[in-house]
């Protein structure tokens, strides 16, 4: 139990346009969802967090209008990449906590987004 | 401010041999810690939590508030093991997870 998906795993969009990637939850219900950024051989740098039914909170430094995040239900949160240019090319990693498992995070497979 | 380091980029082992992959914590509260591992082209997967006292995968990792370390243990590392290694601290109550930069672990046959 306790698969996050992400879709897609792979995306190519030109700059100016915008990209929308999903999360989630299969098999369980998810109190709060995190989106994160990889960079090549670096750590994960968390974006934001994202609770069901309220807006969104931002790291610093996390641009809110450009990264737009939804979370429509216990089981979906979406991250819209708006306007993307190269830099925002990266490798984007969604997580979900389960209820009633405090901080234990299950993360999903990765998105990888490329901006040409 | 809380910060969690993992001082070692790369570690290489013999198989067979122990191995020790370092972290140590700063925060200010009451921490909970975990250890989360991602073999090549996997998605990051929980290894273990300090609260659970387990041992996952012949790995241990004991919490030591006085060196404020949670060091990640094996007396005798596999090839199997080879992967990139990252020592999490929770914060609060929003469940979010401060992670260290990562330790990638080669296991040499």
């Known amino acids: 139990g306790a698969v996050v998906s992400q879709h897609p795993s792979r995306v190519i969009c030109k700059s100016g346009t915008s990209v929308k990637i999903e999360c989630r939850s299969l098999d369980f219900q998810a109190t709060t969802m995190f989106w994160y950024r990889q960079f090549p051989k670096k750590s994960l740098m968390l974006m934001a967090t994202?609770?069901?039914?309220?807006?969104?909170?931002?790291e610093q430094g996390v641009e809110k209008d450009k990264f737009l995040i939804n979370h429509a239900s216990l089981t979906l949160s979406t991250l819209t990449v708006t306007s993307a240019h190269p830099e925002d090319s990266s490798f984007y990693i969604c997580s979900a906590a389960r209820a009633g498992r405090g901080h234990e995070q299950y993360f999903g497979p990765g998105t990888r987004l490329t901006v040409t | 401010a809380q910060r969690v380091t993992q001082p070692e980029k790369l570690l290489s082992v013999f198989k067979g041999a122990p191995v020790e992959l370092k972290c140590n914590y700063s925060y200010s509260g009451s921490p909970e810690l975990f250890w989360y591992v991602q073999y090549s082209r996997q998605r990051l997967q929980l290894l273990l939590r300090?609260?659970s006292r387990e041992s996952i995968k012949g790995f241990t990792a004991d919490l030591n508030k006085g060196e404020t370390s949670f060091h990640l243990k094996k007396p005798f590392a596999q090839e199997e093991d080879s992967a990139m290694y990252y020592c999490?601290?929770?914060?609060?109550?929003?469940?979010?997870?401060?992670f260290g930069k990562g330790t990638l672990l080669t296991v040499n046959p």
């Open positions: 300090h609260i």
């Open positions: 994202s609770n069901e039914g309220s807006k969104a909170t931002y």
């Open positions: 999490a601290l929770a914060e609060g109550s929003n469940y979010k997870l401060t």
